[in-house]
């Protein structure tokens, strides 16, 4: 069982920058691929980012290459999501998953899920 806790969510300005962070309990997060999704209001969850068991692999969605970085630290159970150049289109609820079974960028085979962090981007 993996349990996990996003943070860092809040409001800032287009252009500017975030980190996300996400604290998983249990002592298999290393055993998990880690992925990042977001879901704006009346739209569906979408992939945005995914990282290997041992954070060598990194894929990025199209419209976020080039601006956000995934990572973890496997000593901390914690994987992270540096945000940078906000753009308007950007603003959602970030969620980070788990998956046991690797890396992968349909949310609906990722096995554990946190309840969310609020990004929201001012003009």
């Known amino acids: 069982q993996v349990q996990l806790v996003e943070s860092g969510g809040g409001l800032v300005q287009a252009g500017g920058s975030l980190r996300l962070s996400c604290a998983a309990s249990?002592?298999?997060?290393?055993?998990?691929?880690m992925g990042w999704f977001r879901q704006a209001p009346g739209k569906e969850r979408d992939f945005v980012s995914v990282?290997?068991?041992?954070?060598?692999?990194?894929q990025y969605a199209d419209s976020v290459k080039g601006r956000f970085t995934i990572s973890r630290d496997n000593t901390k159970n914690t994987v992270y999501l540096q945000i940078n150049s906000l753009k308007p289109e950007d603003p959602a609820v970030y969620y980070c998953?788990?998956?046991?079974?690797?890396?992968?960028?349909?949310?609906?085979?990722?096995?554990?899920w946190g309840q969310g962090t609020q990004v929201t981007v001012s003009s």
């Open positions: 990282i290997s068991r041992g954070g060598t692999i990194r």
């Open positions: 249990g002592r298999t997060f290393s055993e998990n691929a």
């Open positions: 998953a788990a998956r046991r079974s690797g890396r992968s960028t349909v949310f609906d085979e990722y096995d554990y």
